[in-house]
């Protein structure tokens, strides 16, 4: 499903140059949930953009679904990113003007999808996660582990392939957090691809694979034990 060939992520800063990713060559196929892990700076998160068509990277390929994406037009990518691609954020990065049911839905209105579809959809995803009951509250009102599901439901609507997790749990107690990673062993389960960066030891090994990253370089890439 995703293949990176000789992947690097250069940054310039004037006459600085700061490598991100260093040749990466990475291959997940689809239905896999792989945690990556490794300490602060050491390009998890750039990865994890790249994955998501939110970075584009300096050199080498990126193989989406059997196509190179890499060096395509910002609006090819936008319209790829829409129909395959779902994100969770540490921050939720829910809008409080809107309510629950509308910032769902936004996800689909993006995608064009008639507004009777986007009603069944949103309240089948919000049921789903169990935040049904709050469709016409404000995020401000719903506790965090909440928004987070929220925010799951938003990612998930449009039936991605491919669901990306940037720290899910940073923001929350642990109750919250486990309950969130529950939710995400769901999604696998049901056949989605999931990619998550975390920190924590613990919820890298409820994923099936780890790869843990150094100074832009995968380190080890090891499968878990069934």
């Known amino acids: 499903m995703i293949k990176l060939v000789g992947v690097s992520k250069i940054h310039q800063a004037g006459e600085i140059q700061t490598t991100a990713l260093d040749r990466i060559d990475l291959e997940i196929e689809a239905g896999e949930y792989v945690a990556i892990t490794g300490p602060s700076g050491c390009g998890k998160s750039t990865m994890l ?11 080498g390929e990126y193989w989406f679904e059997g196509r190179n994406v890499a060096g395509w037009s910002e609006s090819k990518l936008n319209q790829l990113r829409r129909g395959r691609i779902g994100f969770i954020f540490q921050s939720f990065n829910l809008i409080e003007e809107l309510t629950v049911f509308e910032n769902v839905e936004l996800a689909l209105e993006y995608n064009g999808t008639p507004a009777r579809e986007r009603r069944e959809r949103v309240t089948a995803m919000l049921a789903k996660l169990g935040v049904g009951h709050r469709a016409s509250h404000r995020p401000s009102q719903l506790s965090g582990g909440q928004q987070q599901r929220v925010a ?8 991605p392939a491919v669901l990306l997790a940037d720290e899910p749990t940073g923001n929350l107690d642990t109750a919250h957090g486990d309950e969130v990673m529950r939710l995400l062993r769901e999604i696998n389960a049901e056949g989605t691809t999931v990619v998550m960066v975390t920190h924590s030891p613990d919820h890298a090994a409820q994923a099936s ?3 843990n990253l150094l100074d832009g370089r995968i380190m080890v890439d090891v499968l878990q034990a069934a």
């Open 49 to 59: 953009g790249i994955l998501g068509l939110l970075d584009v990277p300096t050199h």
């Open 152 to 159: 799951i439901a938003r990612a998930l609507v449009a039936g």
């Open 209 to 211: 694979r780890t790869l």
